[in-house]
């Protein structure tokens, strides 16, 4: 900057205060990250994830969730979350996925995220048909009298939810959302309050039958 100017501005300290606010210092922008890599997602996920998401993201059993199709926006919020930083309990607590994003940069993880998103989920089922009246009651009405809002309303009539607010529940294993509604429910998962305060009103019998119901969503 010109000596003159700076000298002239430091001499009235309302015009440099307004000019350091308005950002003429030049001051460093965050950028926007890169267009993410599919063919660098698909490396992470073969080399880090496939032990238990599989190499495309349709796991083999109610243990992990299928990743396949997810909204990658969900995906790269849920692994920032996984990332522990100093001094700081994860958002969302979870000691082996915090070891799997250790070592993944802002970027791998929009990568990993984008390919995930990309690939084809492959569809669950129902597998309780004595529970899927109470499972689509939960789903597409909810529990007016225990205060609990329709699953669709958030998720959508066919589970397919909404990129950056809401992830897909189609097809989902029933044991891994029945166990993702416990733990919000016991606030084991708190990186939800709203799933927190839902899942706090429904019973075990009431999770497993909306849970399997989600399952055969299509």
């Not at 009235?12 to 307004?18: D, K, Q, V």
């Not at 607590?93 to 970027?107: E, F, K, R």
Request: hydrophobic share 40%; with cysteine.
């Amino acid at each position: 900057m010109n000596r003159g100017v700076w000298k002239s501005l430091a001499a009235t300290p309302l015009a440099l205060a307004c000019f350091l606010l308005s950002g003429a210092g030049h001051a460093a922008e965050p950028q926007a990250p890169a267009k993410p890599d599919l063919n660098r997602g698909q490396a992470i996920a073969s080399q880090v994830c496939a032990a238990c998401h599989a190499a495309d993201g349709n796991s083999t059993g109610g243990a992990y969730p299928k990743l396949a199709g997810q909204h990658a926006e969900y995906l790269y919020k849920q692994l920032t979350e996984f990332k522990a930083q100093p001094g700081k309990t994860p958002a969302r607590n979870n000691a082996i996925m915090a070891g799997m994003v250790a070592a993944l940069s802002d970027q791998d993880m929009h990568n990993v995220a984008a390919y995930f998103a990309s690939q084809t989920m492959k569809p669950g089922a129902a597998r309780d048909k004595d529970t899927v009246p109470l499972g689509q009651k939960i789903y597409r009405g909810g529990l007016a009298e225990k205060g609990v809002p329709a699953c669709a309303s958030c998720h959508g009539p066919t589970g397919a939810g909404m990129p950056s607010q809401y992830p897909r529940l189609s097809g989902q294993w029933a044991e891994y959302t029945a166990a993702q509604l416990v733990a919000f429910r016991d606030e084991v998962r708190k990186n939800n309050a709203p799933m927190h305060t839902v899942a706090s009103r429904l019973s075990d019998k009431e999770i497993k039958a909306v849970a399997d119901y989600i399952a055969g969503l299509r």
